[in-house]
Nanobody
Framework: QVQLVESGGGLVQPGGSLRLSCAAS????????MGWYRQVPGKERELVAE???????TYADSVKGRFRISTDNAKNMVYLQMDSLKLEDTAAYYC?????????WGQGTQVTVSS
């Protein structure tokens, strides 16, 4: 059974930092491409950051220079370090694992940036 479990969300002030974690199980983690998406009510889910199995990373323009995605293959973990958070970063953040036609999602973790 595949499980992606996110943690680390919460309430933070503008300019603050959070680190999201995603624990993956039930997949051959090292061959999967991993991503973080976010969604606000009424809008489509959008890609925040992605890390391919070869280590290549991609970021949404809105988070470049502020967020960093990383993995720990030994622990089957993917992280999203978020710095210099802005009000518009408020969203539910979802972990994603995909390989060929297979795609799995976590349940999401809420990030709220507010003063």
């Amino acid at each position: 059974q595949v499980q992606l479990v996110e943690s680390g969300g919460g309430l933070v002030q503008p300019g603050g930092s959070l680190r999201l974690s995603c624990a993956a199980s039930g997949i051959s983690f090292s061959i999967y491409d991993m991503g973080w998406y976010r969604q606000v009510p009424g809008k489509e889910r959008e890609l925040v950051a992605e890390i391919l199995s070869d280590g290549t990373t991609t970021y949404a323009d809105s988070v470049k220079g502020r967020f960093r995605i990383s993995t720990d293959n030994a622990k089957n973990m993917v992280y999203l370090q978020m710095d210099s958070l802005k009000l518009e970063d408020t969203a539910a953040y979802y972990c994603d694992a995909h390989f060929l036609q297979r795609r799995y999602w976590g349940q999401g973790t809420q990030v709220t940036v507010s003063s």
